[in-house]
């Protein structure tokens, strides 16, 4: 048993807060909104995000940094992406040195073009920052649906340390030391499920959903190879898994918020229909920035960028992406003659 905290107790902070406990953990929940703390300790359970699934009564739900943060063996970042840097600032003066902490948020930030982990160690720098992702939503961690994901830490033992805390028997975690990579799929991925529930609200089929996923995978790789990533992460669970998940699941925000973009719905209306955050939305600008930065050609992102964020038709933007200049599936392959 050791002391956690999860940080942000929207549906995947609450989600992994009982997978915690129920791995017999003292686990404490906070968040910075008075109101999703008065519903958590009124109902024991998040009724807005993650109705019918009840909060163990050993979970203790605060909206006190100090009491989050004081001696806790592991603290896990769970806010939304545009709230990590904040979170960060505001807790670091609790941290301890050498705190351990694990991001399980997924996005780049626009105004630095930073990931979550970067603005972690900017912020809280004498705290040991570790990554938690892969294909995992909420609705299903929370009711003990098998799961898969990845820890990626620059120390082995941190690695399975919080390997250790994590894994149930519904909850199997995998280690790597590839940060960024894990980082950037569990990013880029966003995005692509825009792109993939736009295609499914025009009315589109399996083949298209598939050519962007196959695409997007692509991109992704392409980018994050070129930051740093290695080219095996994007095959793995925040790679491939994690776009598979977001690309044709239900209760993907992403999809969603594209599906609804697709059927003529602004970014803005999707956005609040969808009443979770759509995180492909945040990244999506600092993803085109990091593709143009580093001269990697990143069309499908570029597309959902003027549909999001120029006004373009979601039509407009699926011929121009079929309409592209021919070209070679792998750049890198040689031809025999
Ligand atoms: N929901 C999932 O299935 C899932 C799975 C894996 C990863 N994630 C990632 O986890 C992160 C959180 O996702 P979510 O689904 O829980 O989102 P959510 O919209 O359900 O909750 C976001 C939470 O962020 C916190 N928050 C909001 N405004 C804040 C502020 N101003 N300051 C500090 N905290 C604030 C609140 O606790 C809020 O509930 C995202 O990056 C998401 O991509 C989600
Ligand atoms: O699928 P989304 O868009 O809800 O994103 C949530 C998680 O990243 C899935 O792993």
């Not at 609450?14 to 958590?40: M, P, Q, R, Y």
């Not at 960024?180 to 609200?201: F, H, Q, R, T, Y």
């Not at 994050?224 to 290695?230: F, P, W, Y």
């Not at 011929?319 to 890198?332: F, G, I, M």
Request: some cysteine; aromatic content about 6%.
């Amino acid at each position: 048993m050791v002391k956690v905290s999860v940080l942000g107790a929207g549906s995947w902070g609450t989600a992994l807060a009982i997978l915690l406990a129920n791995n017999g953990h003292e686990v404490t929940l906070w968040s910075l909104l008075e109101d999703e703390v008065e519903l958590l300790r009124t109902h024991r359970e998040q009724t807005d995000k993650l109705p019918g699934v009840k909060l163990p009564n050993s979970i203790v739900i605060t909206s006190d940094l100090n009491e989050a943060c004081k001696g806790k063996d592991l603290i896990v970042f769970a806010v939304a992406s545009p709230f990590v840097r904040s979170t960060a600032k505001l807790s670091a003066p609790y941290i301890r040195d050498n705190q351990i902490i694990v991001n399980v948020a997924k996005g780049i930030e626009e105004a630095t073009l930073s990931t979550l982990s970067e603005i972690l160690n900017d912020e809280i720098p004498n705290a040991e920052i570790a990554v938690l992702s892969g294909p995992s939503h909420a609705e299903e961690v929370s009711r003990g649906i098998p799961t898969t994901c990845v820890v990626g830490a620059e120390s082995k033992d941190t690695a399975h340390f919080i390997q250790d805390i994590f894994m149930s028997d519904k909850f199997r975690v995998y280690t790597s030391p590839d940060i960024i990579g894990i980082e950037l799929g569990g990013s880029l991925k966003n995005v692509i499920a825009l792109a993939a529930g736009i295609a499914d609200g025009l009315g589109f089929g399996d083949n298209t959903k598939a050519a962007l996923m196959t695409r997007g995978i692509a991109e992704m790789s392409r980018l994050g190879v070129a930051l740093g990533g290695r080219r095996e992460t994007f095959a793995g669970l925040s790679g491939v898994g994690d776009l598979i998940v977001t690309c044709t699941s239900k209760h993907s925000r992403n999809r969603n918020a594209g599906f609804l973009i697709g059927e003529g719905y602004s970014m803005q209306e999707a956005m609040d229909k969808v009443h979770q955050v759509v995180e492909g939305v945040y990244s999506a600008k600092a993803a085109l920035a990091l593709a143009r930065k580093h001269d990697i050609q990143m069309p499908i992102v570029e597309q959902i960028n003027q549909v999001l964020f120029e006004n373009k038709s979601a039509k407009d933007a699926v011929d121009d992406l079929l309409l592209r200049d021919k070209t070679r599936e792998y750049s890198d392959l040689e031809w025999k003659k």
